[in-house]
């Protein structure tokens, strides 16, 4: 894939693809909404209860091609990644409750190309937020230890806040039993810039990787499996496994260059991400706040009216 051979056809199919890839966004945020009002719809606005704490883990991602002929043309390999997250859960009615997330994740893909002679590797970074609608059932861990397993579902939605990645070019050999083998070459690093590639850069731009249709927006769906245990009278800490089915491209087909390399990312994919991760969290009532400052405030009430009733007393 070189320069000469992309630029015409980004410029004649640029803008077809991101009418399409629009299209798809509007759709899936619609979906988002009326998924958030059904979920807040059914939380009701008295809640005194809640659960605080945060998340972390690692995960696996990797490229979903969805055209024929891309799929035939790349390899798509996992890229190992971190992340980390604060939640809040709230809880529902017949052991349903709603987790909101929103944190911080590293992952990225890696796909094998030119007859997986070369290789590219991205390291993308991220804001994360997710909304799941939990179901619990009683897990007994120990006599007297009541804990939980739950499966759980929900949108993700993901924002794209820049990344770094490493090309290797490569090509092929005959051993000396005929065999044709790969041989990696050398090996380029590059930013990504969220920008057009100017036609006449300002200065070297040969670690720039300019991605111009692309959506820093991307939307997906979190199905989750998980346990957890108490580990004090409010304290619990949970074990999940997680998956992440990507609906959103990153962006088009040729949506991504390197004037330097000549070489064009495609895009035109979305991500599927493995996670296993642990979370601790800190049950919270607010009712029961209330009752301690109302017994704060009944006992200082009571102690001030002691000096005012010497005084009364004097006073007769």
């Known amino acids: 894939m070189h320069v000469s051979k992309t630029v015409n056809h980004i410029k004649s199919n640029g803008n077809q693809e991101l009418k399409s890839l629009h299209t798809v966004s509007v759709q899936i945020s619609l979906f988002l909404f009326l998924f958030s009002i059904l979920i807040l719809s059914a939380f009701p606005s008295s809640a005194q209860k809640f659960a605080i704490g945060a998340r972390a883990g690692v995960s696996a991602s990797m490229s979903a091609f969805g055209d024929p002929d891309d799929k035939a043309a790349y390899t798509n390999l996992w890229k190992p990644g971190f992340f980390i997250s604060g939640l809040v859960n709230f809880p529902l009615k017949n052991n349903f409750s709603m987790q909101t997330e929103f944190g911080y994740a590293q992952r990225g893909r890696k796909i094998e190309f030119n007859e997986d002679s070369w290789v590219n590797e991205a390291t993308y970074r991220y804001l994360d937020g997710s909304m799941l609608l939990r179901k619990s059932y009683a897990l007994n861990w120990a006599e007297n230890v009541r804990g939980s397993w739950y499966f759980q579902i929900g949108p993700r939605i993901s924002y794209w806040l820049g990344g770094k990645g490493e090309v290797t070019s490569g090509g092929f050999y005959f051993d000396e ?14 930013k990504v810039k969220f920008e057009e590639a100017p036609t006449e850069p300002s200065s070297p731009d040969f670690d720039i990787m300019y991605m111009s249709d692309v959506n820093r927006w991307l939307f997906g769906l979190d199905f989750g499996i998980g ?3 108490p580990t004090a009278a409010l304290q619990r800490f949970g074990f999940e496994v997680r998956f992440t089915s990507g609906h959103t491209f990153y962006g088009s087909r040729n949506g991504a ?7 064009t990312d495609n895009l035109r ?3 599927k991400i493995l996670s296993v991760s642990l979370d601790y969290t800190l049950n919270k009532d607010v009712r029961d706040s209330k009752k301690g400052q109302s017994v704060k405030s009944k006992k200082l009430m009571k102690s001030n009216s002691k000096p005012r009733k010497k005084i009364d007393s004097m006073i007769k």
Do not use: K, M, P
């Not at 039993?177 to 590059?190: A, E, H, L, P």
């Not at 260059?257 to 070489?263: A, H, Q």
């Open 257 to 263: 260059l390197n004037r330097t390399l000549g070489f």
């Open 227 to 229: 346990v957890d245990a």
């Open 269 to 271: 994919a979305n991500e």
């Open 177 to 190: 039993d005929g065999n044709r083998q790969i041989s990696r070459g050398g090996s380029y690093t590059y």
